[in-house]
Nanobody, 115 residues
Framework: QVQLVESGGGLVQTGGSLRLSCAAS????????MGWYRQAPGKEREMVAT???????NYANSVKGRFTISRDNAKSTVTLQMNSLKPEDTFIYYC?????????WGRGTQVTVSS
């Protein structure tokens, strides 16, 4: 089992920045990749950014150039630096971790960007 705990969400004005962090515990040696997804009520969860253990990254087009994902494999953490935030970035943000057997999710953290 892998447990994930997110932190760093909150309320910010348009153009502002937030930094989300996610700490993994448990069988962290089994993790192959970690990432961030986001979801609005009643909508499907969408990928924001992912990073493999080898450092390969993938970003949603809507966040490229504004968001940066980073990982500390030794500490089993993943961070999402979000700059130039827009009201359309308002979502619940979820951390995930992928192992060979399953995908784990955190409980989410709310990000609200006011106009």
């Amino acid at each position: 089992q892998v447990q994930l705990v997110e932190s760093g969400g909150g309320l910010v004005q348009t153009g502002g920045s937030l930094r989300l962090s996610c700490a993994a515990s448990g069988f962290t040696s089994k993790i192959n990749a970690m990432g961030w997804y986001r979801q609005a009520p009643g909508k499907e969860r969408e990928m924001v950014a992912t990073m493999t253990n080898g450092g390969s990254t993938n970003y949603a087009n809507s966040v490229k150039g504004r968001f940066t994902i980073s990982r500390d494999n030794a500490k089993s953490t993943v961070t999402l630096q979000m700059n130039s935030l827009k009201p359309e970035d308002t979502f619940i943000y979820y951390c995930n971790a992928i192992t060979t057997s399953r995908i784990y999710w955190g409980r989410g953290t709310q990000v609200t960007v006011s106009s």
